[in-house]
């Protein structure tokens, strides 16, 4: 199906007209119900969900069917597996899961830009809590990469901050393939702090520890980062990552940044208030921080890149540079479900895989 084809073109006025938590609380009760209906899926998987066999890949050992994810934060409580394989991702990160359930901060705390192609958002993980996220992922569909990205509750101070991540982990580990830390949302305060090295090291230490406590040594521990560290500061905490036995890093979060909004709009964002920002103006403070990274770490600590990537030509940029694999969240709203199939379709005409 060609880009001019896509309904999505059509939809896409209807649904920016209600208020992006309605509309995803909408695609949501649709997804959920597509996924209910006898037949519907295999035919989405027919038509999106094959990527060909040549950019599958093996990364932290395990079989992705695509470089392409779908980020954390969109699909927070595991609720529609089925559906993103059907639409042709390799994986999915699941989250961020708190231990305790919470409700974020309050509404609205999401708005589009879509003349800017940006999002911006806080949040404030609004999650249903590891227990019922948990239950969820014991029926997980074969043949689909799951991340599970996990968190601190607000309430919880933050020298217990290792506490949440260990109750997080005890629950969420088991039953995914791999374990993001989310260290670097701005909406939780204090969060981003766990990226510095005096509390970056003992936290990592403390997860490494249970990791190997619960024999699962051989499941990848990664490590998301966010765009707004200075020089400085990302080299002091990709020294003490390369130094940790951690399997990787995504990179990056959401920016706090609003330089990166044209200033025609700057006015406009800055009174929407406090969040961070997410898509197309991300790209460029995002892959800096990526080639830092690549040039930084050792090889075995593999990258994943996300932050404002949005086609298959970014995305193979991305992988050639260096990163393992890439996510994607921003992109997906803008251009609607077909964007992956279009973006493994472009990969696939590629060479270097
Ligand atoms: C509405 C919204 C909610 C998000 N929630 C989370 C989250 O819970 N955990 C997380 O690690 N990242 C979260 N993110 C960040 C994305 O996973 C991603 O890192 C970021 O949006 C950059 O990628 P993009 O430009 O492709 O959107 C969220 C992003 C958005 C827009």
């Given amino acids: 199906m060609t880009h001019s084809l896509d309904p999505y073109r059509l939809l896409r006025p209807l649904i920016f007209q209600l208020d992006p938590e309605t509309a995803h609380g909408l695609c949501f009760s649709l997804g959920g119900l597509a996924q209910r209906l006898p037949g519907l899926l295999p035919m989405l998987q027919g038509v999106c969900g094959r990527p060909e066999p040549a950019i599958a890949r093996p990364v932290f050992g395990l079989p992705f ?26 994986s999915v990160e699941i989250g961020t899961v708190t231990p ?21 958002n806080r949040m404030g993980f609004n999650s249903e809590g590891m227990d019922v996220v948990a239950r969820r992922l014991r029926y997980r569909p074969a043949g689909l990469v799951v991340g599970g990205n996990i968190g601190k509750n607000k309430t919880t101070p933050e020298e217990a901050a290792l506490d949440d991540y260990r109750a997080a982990y005890r629950v969420i580990a088991p ?19 766990l990226q510095a090295p005096e509390a970056l090291g ?26 707004d560290l200075s020089s400085p500061e990302l080299d002091a905490t990709l020294d003490v990552l390369a130094a940790s036995g951690i399997d990787g890093v995504i990179a990056t979060n959401t920016t706090l940044d609003r330089g990166i909004v044209s200033e025609v709009n700057r006015a406009k964002v800055e009174a929407l208030g406090e969040g961070g920002l997410s898509g197309r103006g991300l790209k460029l403070r995002a892959r800096n921080v990526q080639l830092r990274i690549l040039q930084r770490l050792p090889p075995q600590i593999r990258l994943v890149a996300c932050g404002g990537i949005g086609s298959g030509e970014v995305a193979a940029r991305a992988l050639q540079d260096g990163a393992a694999l890439v996510q994607i969240y921003t992109a997906l709203i803008f251009e609607g479900p077909l964007l992956v199939r279009r973006m493994n379709r472009e990969l696939e005409t590629r060479d270097f895989f």
Avoid: H
């Fill in 65 to 90: 069917r695509s470089p392409i994810g779908l980020a954390a934060g969109l699909d927070k409580g595991a609720q529609l597996l089925p559906l993103w394989k059907a639409l042709g991702f390799g």
């Fill in 100 to 120: 305790r359930p919470q409700a974020g901060n309050p509404k609205p705390r999401v708005f589009r830009l879509p003349e800017e192609g940006l999002i911006l």
């Fill in 175 to 193: 039953l995914v393939d791999y374990v993001a830390l989310n260290i670097s949302s701005p909406n939780t305060p204090g969060l981003r702090k």
């Fill in 202 to 227: 003992p936290l990592l230490a403390g997860m490494l520890a249970l990791r190997k406590e619960m024999g699962m040594e051989r499941q990848a521990l990664l490590v998301k980062l966010a765009p």
